[in-house]
């Protein structure tokens, strides 16, 4: 539960360091294009998470993501890997 | 970077445009007169296809502005303006079949096609941006997005057993794929020659990138919207744009994080103070 909390926050704090604005409401379900992220954002968000967590999603699950939540148990899935 | 005074550089451009060129001329070459069954229209297809062809028509017949525009950013990559020459001569072929279509189907008028192509004009098209790299760049990424509308778009045409329809956008897509190779072997020299230079230029088309019809075709967002199902919205653009060309041309989704990172930031400032540029 720790670790599903903890990747919340890593998203909302990279998200506002990518688009400088805030994501505090954000929540696992809530649905990406939703949030006003362009594609590139999207990249860029992905990719400064799996840096931090130093692992890499496979570019074909990257087209499944559809929330937050979507991303963070890609993310999980990796660091339980 | 001054291309002229690099000859080698020049010579790869050379070399690539005549592989593009020989291709084109020996398999790729189609008519508007020949090669689509103009019989096989089928007249119930619905008014949702012909708006769809429309709009695309109507991106099209900014062609000079492309061609005027396009060419002379580059004109002194010697391959890569000629190719430019040839782009024009395949998407005036482009426009003519879908104009063709629209009133050989009897969806549009001549008066209703020749009034949208005065409306239109009225308007010109501006590149959005100034370095032949950066051209370059915006080039493979369009024709990558529209291959693949082009695609859908073949798929609707099927569905509604449009068979004249559906094979002009099987030519047209085959053109725009052959188009996107041809950018993407060309960035793929450049980021041998100024690897950094030209990741930022990739990342900062990627940032600032809009089909040529935005602000130009009236009533696009409300066209877009009917077009939404067989569009290209971030998903596919990720799928299907933004993860094919990083694999062609060799980079990882990492590699071009700090790029992306500085073009984010630039486009974030230039929103915010948009005179400053």
Redesign the interface.
């Known amino acids: 539960m720790t670790e599903k909390t903890d990747l919340l926050t890593m998203f909302k704090s990279v998200a506002e360091n990518v688009d400088k604005k805030s994501f505090d409401d954000v929540t696992r379900e809530s649905i990406i294009t939703d949030l006003g992220i362009d594609s590139l954002s999207m990249m860029q968000i992905v990719g400064d998470m799996e840096t931090e967590l130093d692992l890499q999603i496979p570019d074909e699950d990257l087209v499944e993501i559809v929330t937050v939540g979507d991303l963070c148990s890609k993310l999980e899935h990796r660091i339980g890997a | 970077m001054k291309p002229t005074k690099n000859i080698a550089l020049q010579e790869k451009l050379y070399r690539q445009y005549m592989e593009f060129f020989e291709k084109a001329e020996r398999d790729r070459r189609w008519s508007v007169f020949d090669d689509i069954p103009w019989d096989d229209i089928n007249p119930e297809a619905s008014e949702e296809l012909a708006l769809c062809v429309e709009t695309f028509a109507a991106v099209e017949m900014f062609l000079p502005d492309y061609v005027a525009s396009g060419i002379n950013v580059v004109r002194d990559w010697f391959g890569r303006a000629w190719f430019q020459a040839n782009w024009g001569y395949e998407e005036s072929k482009h426009s003519i079949a879908l104009g063709e279509y629209l009133m050989r189907s009897g969806k549009r008028t001549k008066e209703q096609w020749f009034g949208l192509h005065h409306d239109l004009v009225q308007k010109s098209w501006q590149p959005l941006f100034d370095t032949p790299r950066r051209m370059t760049c915006y080039g493979m990424v369009q024709e990558m997005a529209t291959f693949v509308i082009y695609c859908k778009h073949r798929e609707l045409a099927k569905q509604q057993d449009d068979n004249c329809l559906r094979t002009i956008y099987d030519l047209i897509a085959r053109d725009e794929i052959a188009h996107c190779r041809f950018y993407q072997d060309v960035v793929k020299m450049l980021l041998e020659e100024d690897r950094e230079g030209t990741l930022a230029d990739i990342?900062h088309v990627?940032?600032n990138f809009q089909m040529p019809g935005v602000g130009l075709v009236p009533d696009y967002d409300s066209r877009i919207l009917k077009m939404r199902d067989a569009g290209v919205?971030?998903?596919v653009?990720?799928?299907k744009v933004?993860?094919p060309v990083l694999?062609y041309l060799g980079i990882s989704?990492?590699e071009?994080?700090s790029a992306?990172?500085v073009?984010?930031?630039q486009r974030?400032a230039q929103s915010a103070n948009p005179a400053a540029e």
Do not use: T
């Open positions: 990342a990627l940032a919205d971030r998903d653009f990720i799928r933004y993860l694999k989704r990492r071009m994080l992306q990172r073009a984010i930031e974030a």
